[in-house]
């Protein structure tokens, strides 16, 4: 009888890991639509590329080696050879072929993140190279020191010292943000984004319907992406925690929306929908850090302090001509970098100092491994297309094809 208990917990710990893996998957979906929404016409195919080739890119580096360095686990080389599924110590009630999976879509999700705030002038192939080093080596070195448990450079391990990430607000999201912030000062700014005065001027994307329909995908895909992170949901304790993030994701990104609109409203007179937007995003951010210990209030709360900051932050990165075309560095990075300080208000088992240091350690690592893997790539082969080939839009040069080819007049 015993034994029966275990294994229907284990078949339904399995599926429900399989299943929010799947949503987190959908994330790819929903990142591909919103940038394909806010970049201009012209650039639209190259930005869809970009967004499935890095997720195959992600999976493929992860199987090969990230898995093993962020978990010290094997590669999934010696499943192919035979030896079954290879990977970190097993775990106790679901496969582990299942957690493997879980984790791949997450290195997806940070490249993903990159992929927005290079839009629109980055060759697609130095992308992808970037993409290769990311997901199999700079993303799984900062892992293994926080949902690894290795010691950081053999000093000292973040558990230790009061950090405390959930879902990744900072391991996904802030290791995304830092490594296209590097990327972007790299890369520099679209031409025609700033103005002889260094006055902003507006590129808006082309198609909101896709944006909206993005981040709806992003929304749904998130419950998964907290919810997953409980590990479980065949008992009783378990099935209550994964009910109670679920809410308060959802309650955070709301929260997040109805601040970042009315900030917009507040400060430009008009209700902009990619302020709204980013505000859903960064109440979603906001909570990933920790969404199983506060109240539904206090998730909305947490969500809409991070829909008011991405609206500051983006038009503080204007101002520093940071030209960002999605809005990524600042929903994901300094946002981000608030969900992980948030988390000690709810969660006594992590500390200020604690997230602090994390934090720290998080962004100087990839932020610095990243400037130096764009810089040897920018060496290599060039990272920023022709002038010419960015005015023409980025869909003929780096892809041969238009996405809206009956709309262009020849």
Same mark, same amino acid.
């Given at each position: 009888?015993e034994?029966n208990?275990?294994?229907?917990?284990?078949?339904?710990d399995?599926?429900?890991?399989?299943?929010?893996g /799947?949503?987190v998957m959908?994330?790819?979906?929903?990142f591909?639509?919103l940038?394909?929404?806010?970049?201009?016409?012209k650039n639209t195919?190259e930005i869809l590329?970009k967004n499935i /080739?890095?997720?195959?890119?992600?999976c493929?580096?992860?199987?090969?080696?990230g898995?093993?360095?962020?978990y010290?686990g094997?590669?999934?080389?010696?499943?192919?050879?035979?030896?079954?599924?290879?990977? =970190?110590?097993?775990p106790?009630?679901?496969?582990p072929?299942?957690?493997?999976?879980?984790? #791949?879509?997450f290195?997806?999700t940070?490249? &993903?993140?990159?992929s927005?705030?290079?839009a629109?002038?980055?060759k697609?192939? =130095?992308?992808?190279?970037f993409?290769?080093?990311?997901?199999?080596?700079?993303?799984?070195m900062?892992?293994?020191?926080?949902?690894g448990?290795?010691? @950081?450079?053999?000093m000292?391990?973040l558990?230790?010292l009061g950090?405390?990430?959930?879902a990744?607000s900072?391991i996904v999201?802030m290791?995304?943000a830092?490594? *296209?912030l =590097?990327?972007?000062?790299?890369?520099?700014?679209?031409k025609g984004?700033?103005?002889s005065?260094g006055k #902003?001027?507006?590129?808006?994307g082309?198609?909101?319907p896709?944006?909206?329909?993005?981040?709806?995908?992003?929304?749904?895909?998130?419950?998964?992406?907290?919810?997953?992170?409980?590990?479980?949901t *065949?008992s009783?304790?378990s099935?209550?925690?994964?009910? @109670?993030?679920?809410?308060?994701?959802?309650?955070a990104?709301?929260?997040?929306l109805?601040?970042?609109?009315?900030?917009?409203?507040?400060?430009?007179?008009?209700?902009?929908?990619?302020?709204?937007?980013n505000? /859903?995003?960064?109440?979603?951010?906001?909570?990933?850090?920790?969404? &199983?210990?506060?109240s539904?209030l206090?998730?909305?709360?947490f969500?809409?302090?991070g829909?008011?900051?991405?609206?500051?932050?983006?038009?503080?990165?204007?101002k520093?001509?940071?030209?960002?075309p #999605?809005?990524?560095?600042?929903?994901?990075? @300094?946002?981000g970098l608030?969900?992980l300080?948030?988390v000690?208000?709810t969660?006594?088992?992590?500390s200020?100092s604690g997230?602090?240091?994390?934090? /720290?350690?998080?962004?100087?690592?990839?932020? @610095?491994a990243? $400037?130096?893997?764009?810089?040897?790539i920018?060496?290599?082969?060039g990272?920023? #297309?022709?002038?010419e080939?960015?005015?023409?839009?980025?869909?003929l040069?780096?892809c041969?094809?238009?996405?809206y080819p009956e $709309?262009?007049?020849?």
């Amino acid at each position: 009888m015993e034994n029966n208990i275990f294994e229907l917990q284990y078949a339904l710990d399995t599926f429900y890991f399989l299943v929010c893996g /799947a949503l987190v998957m959908w994330m790819a979906a929903g990142f591909a639509m919103l940038e394909a929404g806010l970049v201009r016409s012209k650039n639209t195919t190259e930005i869809l590329t970009k967004n499935i /080739a890095l997720y195959a890119v992600a999976c493929t580096m992860y199987m090969i080696c990230g898995y093993m360095i962020m978990y010290d686990g094997g590669t999934f080389l010696s499943g192919i050879m035979g030896d079954g599924v290879a990977g =970190a110590e097993e775990p106790a009630t679901y496969a582990p072929s299942a957690d493997f999976f879980f984790q #791949v879509v997450f290195v997806a999700t940070a490249m &993903s993140i990159v992929s927005g705030a290079v839009a629109e002038r980055m060759k697609l192939w =130095a992308f992808l190279l970037f993409a290769v080093v990311m997901t199999g080596f700079i993303y799984p070195m900062e892992g293994s020191w926080t949902w690894g448990g290795a010691s @950081v450079f053999g000093m000292y391990t973040l558990g230790d010292l009061g950090f405390s990430d959930f879902a990744g607000s900072g391991i996904v999201h802030m290791a995304g943000a830092s490594a *296209a912030l =590097a990327g972007v000062i790299l890369l520099g700014a679209r031409k025609g984004k700033y103005d002889s005065e260094g006055k #902003v001027v507006a590129m808006p994307g082309a198609n909101l319907p896709l944006a909206t329909l993005g981040t709806f995908i992003l929304w749904l895909g998130w419950f998964g992406f907290n919810g997953g992170s409980v590990l479980a949901t *065949a008992s009783v304790e378990s099935a209550n925690s994964v009910a @109670v993030v679920f809410m308060n994701t959802n309650a955070a990104a709301a929260g997040g929306l109805i601040a970042a609109l009315i900030l917009a409203r507040i400060m430009f007179g008009k209700a902009d929908i990619t302020m709204a937007l980013n505000g /859903a995003l960064a109440g979603l951010v906001a909570i990933t850090a920790e969404p &199983s210990t506060p109240s539904p209030l206090m998730a909305t709360i947490f969500g809409g302090l991070g829909g008011i900051l991405v609206v500051f932050s983006i038009i503080t990165l204007d101002k520093l001509k940071i030209d960002d075309p #999605v809005g990524a560095i600042s929903v994901h990075g @300094v946002v981000g970098l608030l969900g992980l300080l948030l988390v000690p208000i709810t969660n006594d088992g992590s500390s200020f100092s604690g997230q602090l240091i994390g934090a /720290a350690t998080i962004f100087i690592w990839v932020f @610095v491994a990243s $400037f130096i893997t764009w810089m040897i790539i920018k060496m290599i082969m060039g990272i920023r #297309v022709s002038d010419e080939d960015e005015y023409d839009g980025v869909d003929l040069s780096e892809c041969g094809m238009e996405a809206y080819p009956e $709309f262009v007049t020849k």
